[in-house]
């Protein structure tokens, strides 16, 4: 901000220091006067003491305390290194209490990161100045702060001089800052502004303070044409050297604003003005029919060779060919047209196929019986249907989970599963909500959705062979000689065919009481120094049992596919093995089936399949982008 004062010279400059945040208002910093050069010494060497008027928003506006607003009494405590919080009546006796106890002026600091002391050290000229190389050609004399005689600057000059006068190519370098000028400006780091008219030029050297640095303070030089017009700018900052820099920017902004304040207290008559009471309103311009208008990208370089404008007579329908509606007459005759022209060329016309031969002109049909939805009974039927095809013989079982051994590579791995409940999809279909909306479990579930493979998907299904060698291993060498593992496909559960799951292995151990199980493999991405116990806690896998000890979470969805595993196998227990992405330490657990548990399990995935997924298969529509079918059977 600025404020003009009347004065025998003219109108002078006086540049305000703002608040951190602009909510304060403006306060005036008065400058330390300097007796003689010893004083000036010692004020370097024994450092600088900030009072009350050197901090922005230091001193209340109002003796009255209470009248003062919430925010001015939060920067006054800011400036004290006080608390802010409470409200108003807490803040004004906070106050209070700091001005009867002294602590007011004791415990008084610069809460804005040294910018207050920066602007003192400016005034007392304690700062090393950075001029720019101007080769001689800048005045070194003659400059006042006098801006009567400065010509209007804008917004408009200011862009034209940062960015219109630059190459497109390099407007992207100069837009920033044209910006952080501008907050530059705003944060009171433009110091002191000086002018010098001569030779019908303008010339303006400015002292900005930098951003980060302490020591120094950067001076601009601009040189203005006699309408306003920057001409050439110089700045002694690294970035300063083709003169469009933060601090070149910030100095115009500064221009700017006092050219707005010197027209708000300018001495001129109104009448002496432009006109600006009756200013004509924008006018519109010709209203042109779309068939007059000429559609196409200008293009300066190129001459167009055609004319391009579209020939559209009056009442021509203007859709496309697929949307117009065809009368049954004018279907008539093109049917007519194909087989005279048939007739004396002798060629046979493929249209004469696909066109009525006859078009009646009532059709009582409103719509195909085809296109109309299924009924509630149909669907029903349909449902059994699909539920009695998914129910296999033990036989048939057998012989699906042989033929897909080969798993995600086999196609009929994949075709047996798109319709079913699979054990890696219990945990989605099981922990549903019932205020939560099924759809996208369903897109799921029928693989509606695109599958994606991850990074880590990938490796975990390159790295099972090796997982897989590493727990034979280990089990071997902790007493389980005989143990063994075969390969396996997909199982279909014998009394819920909708229910599959395809294990990793079947293990055999004949020298335990319950030889036959599952295994279970799964490899997490680690941290560079993070180990496996910490991955599966981190993960929540597993849950710390004290003792150092570590157990599976039951919450987990790797704790439900084993269950429905098992549950499908008829096995009893599943070794769980987990591997880091990194070393080859393994976590070994025992998992046995839990029946409580599974009878919590069931009916949700049986109530799934019943509600959502087979009204889905007899009567696709989520497939389709249209709302679930949502039916009830008893």
Known sequence: QFAGNKTKKGLGLKLRSQSMHGLFGWTEIKMASIANDSKLSETKEEGFILTEDDIPGAVLPNRNVEACSVVQL?????????????????LVSRVKHYVENGLD?????????????????????????????????????GFNSDLNALPKVSFGTIWRYMIDSVDSKKQLSTA??????????????????????????????????????????YQCQIVMSSIGGVLKAYCGCPAGIDGRCNHVSATLFALDE?????????????????????????????????????????????????????????????RAIHQREWSDAKVNNMLQTIKDYQTKSGNIVGWSHILPQEVKEEDTIVSPLKVLPPSLREISEKCKEIEK?????????????????GQSKDKLWNYHRKCRITASKCYRVASLKPTTSPTKALADVLQYNKQYQSFAMNQGLEKEEEIERLYVTSKHNSGYRNLSVEPC????SQSHGFLAATPDGLVSDPHVSQPLGLLEMKLIQLNDSESLRQGLLQRRICKDCGDNHLKMNTGHKYFYQIQQQMFVTQRKWTDFVVKGSTGNELYIEQVNFNSEFWESVLPKLCNFFQQQVLPEMSYPRVKYGLARCQLRFE
């Open 389 to 405: 095809k998914l129910n296999l013989e033990e036989k048939e079982i057998t012989k699906v989970e042989q033929k897909t051994r």
């Open 489 to 492: 496909g997909l199982f279909i």
């Open 74 to 90: 939060k920067r006054w405590l800011i400036c004290r290194g006080a608390k802010t919080s409470g409200k108003k009546s807490a």
């Open 176 to 217: 920033k800052p044209l910006v952080k000028g501008f907050n530059f400006y705003k944060s009171g780091n433009v110091h002191s502004i000086h002018h010098l008219k001569e030779s019908g030029k303008h010339f303006i050297k400015s002292q900005v303070l930098p951003s980060m640095k302490k020591n120094l303070i």
């Open 258 to 318: 006092y050219c707005k304040e010197r027209e708000k207290i300018s001495i001129e008559s109104c009448t002496s003005k432009p006109c600006k009471w009756n200013i004509p309103r924008k006018r519109k311009g010709p209203v042109s029919p779309i068939s007059a208008m000429s559609f196409h990208k200008h293009d300066y370089s190129k001459q167009i060779k055609t004319d391009r404008t579209p020939n559209i007579k009056k009442g021509n329908d203007v």
């Open 105 to 141: 002026m004791k415990y008084l600091r610069d809460p804005d990161n040294g910018a207050n002391i920066m602007k003192k050290k400016a005034d007392l000229g304690l700062l090393d100045k950075k001029e720019p190389q101007t080769n001689g050609k800048f005045p070194k004399e």
